[in-house]
């Protein structure tokens, strides 16, 4: 079965340094999605993503953030200048088509750790 | 407000036994989602049931949602150790496109 994959698994960096965390969605799919998940709390939704633009974006996505799709089968989220508190598992999603009432394909995520 | 709680926290039950989970959550969906996630993994998606359908089956699983109430319910019936995982709910929004809000989740272990 297709799987959205996640690179790297585990991510460490100091504060203040850029890090990009990588998404290969399911290839048909057409919606993306980032979520993140601090330790022990619930998973926040951060961002959508279709057509090459931003449909959606909480306020966690603030201008530290920003998400791209460099070629056809990425989808990157940046962080420019990590804090500490950006220390959570972050998840990429894809869903097939956009809108409600579609489940969300989800990888494995990538464990940020901002030291 | 919270949206999307989820009890019991923590479920303990032994193999073969019946789980239940319920989320309860404060405003209008389209839908309701629930899914699971094993320590160190992403989420799958286990069932989507809509706002206009009261009870929904696959395998093992049975969800009923009661929008009167603003709570859903997922059953897992026969209990296998492999359940043993996280199970959260997600809503969506009406007035975005594809945005869910998870619930904290319900812990479950399932005994051999």
């Known amino acids: 079965e297709p799987e959205v994959t996640q690179t790297p698994s585990h991510q460490v960096t100091q504060m203040g340094q850029e890090v990009i965390l990588r998404c290969v969605p399911i290839?048909?799919?057409?919606?993306f999605y980032w979520y993140r998940q601090i330790l022990g709390q619930k998973v926040e939704f951060l961002v959508s993503?279709?057509?090459?633009?931003?449909?959606?974006k909480s306020e966690i996505f603030d201008d530290q953030f920003s998400v791209e799709r460099p070629d056809g089968s990425n989808f990157t989220l940046k962080i420019r200048s990590t804090k500490l508190e950006d220390s959570a598992m972050y998840f990429c999603?894809?869903?097939?088509?956009?809108?409600?009432?579609?489940?969300?394909?989800f990888g494995d995520g990538t464990r940020l750790s901002i030291l | 407000s919270q949206q999307g709680e989820e009890d019991p926290q923590a479920l303990s039950i032994q193999e073969g036994e019946n789980a239940t989970m319920n989320c309860s959550y404060k405003?209008?969906?389209?839908?309701l989602q629930w899914y699971r996630q094993n320590s160190g993994r992403g989420l799958v998606h286990l069932i989507l049931?809509?706002?206009?359908?009261r009870e929904k089956h696959s395998g093992r699983l049975r969800v009923t949602l009661d929008t009167s109430k603003k709570s859903s319910s997922l059953l897992i019936t026969a209990s296998r150790a492999a359940d043993t995982a996280s199970y959260f709910c997600?809503?969506?929004?009406?007035?975005?496109?594809?945005?869910?809000?998870f619930g904290q989740g319900t812990i479950l272990t399932v005994h051999p």
């Open positions: 049931i809509r706002s206009n359908e």
């Open positions: 999603a894809s869903s097939e088509t956009g809108g409600n009432n579609q489940p969300q394909h």
């Open positions: 993503f279709y057509n090459n633009e931003i449909s959606e």
């Open positions: 290839s048909n799919h057409l919606y």
């Open positions: 997600a809503t969506d929004d009406p007035t975005s496109y594809g945005k869910l809000t």
């Open positions: 405003t209008s969906i389209n839908n």
